[in-house]
């Protein structure tokens, strides 16, 4: 069983900061790719970051010199620094993790539960 666990979501107004995380916890054997995805009431989920085990980086324009996505491995852990944040950031954010269980297991997505910001005007 492997569970990812978000927090830091919340009310800020347009202009502020928040930081979210993700841990994963359970059994793992590798952590691949880690990443921020949004939804927005009518929209579509969106990739807002992704993070690769070599720690190369991408973002979606709209959030491109504003956040910024890292990760520890030693804490199973995903984080995304938002700054300068717009009424247009406001969704419910979920991270992805692709992972292996075992050695020789296949990697596999899974998703946390997702969290809410919302941006103030």
């Known amino acids: 069983q492997v569970q990812l666990v978000e927090s830091g979501g919340g009310l800020v107004q347009a202009g502020g900061s928040l930081r979210l995380s993700c841990a994963a916890s359970?059994?793992?054997?590798?952590?691949?790719?880690m990443g921020w995805y949004r939804q927005a009431p009518g929209k579509q989920r969106e990739l807002v970051a992704l993070?690769?085990?070599?720690?190369?980086?991408n973002y979606a324009d709209s959030v491109k010199g504003r956040f910024t996505i890292s990760r520890d491995n030693a804490k199973s852990t995903v984080y995304l620094q938002m700054n300068s944040l717009k009424p247009e950031d406001t969704a419910v954010y979920l991270c992805?993790?692709?992972?292996?269980?075992?050695?020789?297991?296949?990697?596999?997505?899974?998703w946390g539960q997702g969290t809410q910001v919302t941006v103030s005007s």
């Open positions: 992805n993790m692709n992972l292996n269980r075992g050695r020789y297991a296949d990697p596999l997505d899974y």
């Open positions: 359970g059994s793992i054997f590798r952590i691949n790719n």
């Open positions: 993070i690769s085990s070599g720690d190369s980086t």
